[in-house]
C-alpha cells in the first residue's frame, strides 16, 4: 500500500463524488447533492482547501478546510473508507494524517482557531480529534445535523499554541 495526500483538483470531480457516494452510506448518510451536501458538487467555491487520501491510484479519504471569517476555519470532510478503519489499518494513523494536513494548512493560512462539529455517536472521531488538542466548545454554526462542537486553538497571543 502506498497512501499519500494530495490537493484537490477539478480532473478529481467525479472520483470525489464517487467517494462520497461510497463512503458516507458507511456511517449512515446518504450523500445529497441537490440539497445538505451541495458543497461537494462545487468544491474550489465552497472550500478553502480540500485535500484526498489515495491508497495507490484510488481515493480513500478526504478532509478540507471552510473559511469562517480571519481568523476562523472549520474542518470539514474528514471521511475515509470504512475498509480503512479497521483495526488493521487504523495503527497507520490515516485520519490523523488527514487531520494534521488540514491543522498544519490552517496555522500556515494564520487562523487562529479551527472548529469541528459532529455527531455524539460518532465516538472514534470524537477521541481522534480530543487527542489532536481540540476541546468542547459552543454551538457556533446552524448545522441542524451536528450536536457536537469543539475547537483547536492555533494560535494564542499572536504565537502558534501548544498542542499535545
Request: glycine share 6%; hydrophobic share 40%; net charge positive.
Amino acid at each position: 500500500m502506498m497512501f499519500y495526500v494530495q490537493r484537490f483538483q477539478k480532473k478529481y470531480s467525479k472520483s470525489a463524488i464517487r467517494f462520497l457516494k461510497q463512503c458516507l452510506p458507511e456511517s449512515g448518510r446518504t450523500l445529497d447533492l441537490d440539497g445538505r451536501h451541495k458543497i461537494y458538487g462545487d468544491i474550489d467555491r465552497y472550500f478553502e482547501c480540500f485535500w484526498l487520501l489515495f491508497d495507490k491510484k484510488m481515493i480513500v479519504g478526504t478532509v478540507a478546510l471552510k473559511k469562517i471569517d480571519n481568523t476562523r476555519c472549520e474542518l470539514k470532510a474528514l471521511y475515509l473508507l470504512e475498509l480503512y478503519l479497521l483495526e488493521n489499518f487504523q495503527e497507520m494513523g490515516l485520519g490523523r494524517m488527514l487531520l494534521e494536513t488540514s491543522i498544519n494548512e490552517a496555522k500556515k493560512q494564520g487562523y487562529c482557531e479551527l472548529f469541528f462539529d459532529t455527531l455524539s455517536t460518532s465516538e472514534k472521531a470524537i477521541r481522534l480529534y480530543k487527542k489532536a488538542g481540540f476541546i468542547m466548545t459552543e454551538r457556533y454554526n446552524e448545522n441542524e445535523f451536528a450536536d457536537v462542537f469543539m475547537v483547536l486553538k492555533l494560535k494564542q497571543n499572536g504565537k502558534d499554541a501548544d498542542r499535545l
